[in-house]
């Protein structure tokens, strides 16, 4: 398993709490949660792979 599909496991785990359909503004509860959901994981992916790459 690679350092981002660790990431991805572990943000998908911790980073769920914003993604609570009560804070969503209902007309995009539907659609729209999965897509911000999706592009808040890939976007922590990135910034930790970055990290880690500036740390050595």
Do not use: I, K
Request: proline share 4%.
């Amino acid at each position: 398993m690679t350092r981002r599909e660790r990431f991805r496991l572990y943000a998908q785990e911790h980073f769920t709490a914003l993604d609570d359909p009560g804070l969503v503004h209902p007309a995009r509860r539907n659609g729209g949660v999965r897509r911000t959901r999706l592009a808040r994981l890939a976007r922590l992916s990135r910034l930790a792979e970055r990290a880690t790459y500036h740390h050595r």
